[in-house]
């Protein structure tokens, strides 16, 4: 169980932290979703910065819940995007920035369910 649980927080903090180079870099794919959005280049460089953020958090043992819980609330927004602004396939991806964010929402809500449930037990214990 306990590698499950390190898993679940491992991985979203690994697909934010790959997808930092493209935000931080202006790569043609981060500057096109984000102009499409119409908050290049202050929202790409904001929405980097706060996945870092939430990168850390979640791998942090004590502010993991939080980490998850920032994390999953900011992929409710990237799959949202993609659902109703930019379309599930982004500059022909074959939606892979769509999975990715998919993958991280449900990833760091597995991880903020379970650490939640460990706070509560451990308070009634």
């Known amino acids: 169980m306990k590698k499950l649980v390190l898993a679940l927080k491992i991985l ?19 500057i096109a979703i984000f102009s499409t959005l119409g908050v290049e280049p202050w929202g790409r460089i904001a929405t980097g910065v706060l996945e870092l953020v939430g990168a850390i958090l979640i791998l942090i043992p004590i502010t993991s819940l939080y980490g998850a819980l920032f994390i999953s609330s900011m992929m409710i927004g990237a799959v949202l995007s993609h659902l109703i602004f930019l379309g599930i396939s982004v500059q022909d991806d074959g939606g892979f920035l769509f999975a990715l964010a998919v ?4 990833t760091s809500s597995a991880s903020a369910y379970l650490s939640f449930m460990k706070s509560t037990k451990n308070k009634r214990a």
Do not use: D, H, N, R
């Open 103 to 106: 993958i991280a929402f449900m």
């Open 12 to 30: 979203p903090a690994v697909i934010l932290l790959q997808t930092l180079f493209f935000k931080f870099t202006g790569a043609p794919e981060s």
